[in-house]
T-cell receptor
């Protein structure tokens, strides 16, 4: 089983739709979690951290479920500019042990 | 957010040439820097973890003699692809981490390497 797993997609959704991605992790000792966004042919950029109590940043909501070992990202009112690959990142065993998921591709359609 | 730069952004070179890529953290000190490689339509693959003042830790399958990493200061790490071949053509991305209290890593803009 991979350390961090994501559905590669693509998720094709119409503008204005709500879409959610999950990411599962295998190491129960994982300590911190992040969502990154990567546009085509660009470097990943931090979208948001994921806190135990869940957190929201505008149209984006991140949640952590430690019992089931997954994190989620919810995007409301999708915009064309949200089209990108969303990478789940898990820190295990300290800040140097970082594992990336393979990413979930989102395509928002007009 | 923190700023990480990479230089050069593009390299086209002949087979057999060595290529050096620099990664700098511009507004913070990076205890640790990471080097990744990404082939088209594939995910980021960690190549090595570089700690300032010590030897890099390479991931399985990555040749340490081919991909030389130097992390001489808290703001600079370099990756040298020695005797590059066409199969080394890829998108090389570095990231820098401020350390245990710093949250997460920040990525450089990447370097596209094309070996002819």
């Amino acid at each position: 089983r991979k350390e961090v797993e994501q559905d590669p997609g693509p998720f094709n959704v119409p503008e204005g739709a709500t879409v959610a991605f999950n990411c599962t992790y295998s190491n129960s000792a994982s300590q911190s979690f992040f969502w990154y966004r990567q546009d085509c042919r660009k470097e990943p950029k931090l979208l948001m951290s994921v806190y135990s109590s869940g957190n929201e940043d505008g149209r984006f909501t991140a949640q952590l479920n430690r019992a089931s070992q997954y994190i989620s990202l919810l995007i409301r009112d999708s915009k064309l500019s949200d089209s990108a690959t969303y990478l789940c990142v898990v820190n295990s065993g300290g800040y140097q042990k970082v594992t990336f998921g393979t990413g979930t591709k989102l395509q928002v359609i007009p | 957010g923190a700023v990480v730069s990479q230089h050069p952004s593009w390299v086209i070179c002949k087979s057999g040439t060595s290529v050096k890529i620099e990664c700098r953290s511009l507004d913070f000190q990076a205890t640790t820097m990471f080097w990744y490689r990404q082939f088209p339509k594939q995910s980021l693959m960690l190549m090595a973890t570089s700690n300032e003042g010590s030897k890099a830790t390479y991931e399985q399958g990555v040749e340490k003699d081919k991909f030389l990493i130097n992390h001489a200061s808290l703001t600079l790490s370099t990756l040298t692809v020695t005797s590059a071949h066409p199969e080394d053509s890829s998108f090389y991305i570095c990231s820098a981490h401020p350390g245990p209290e710093g949250g997460t890593q920040y990525f450089g803009p990447g370097t596209r390497l094309l070996v002819l």
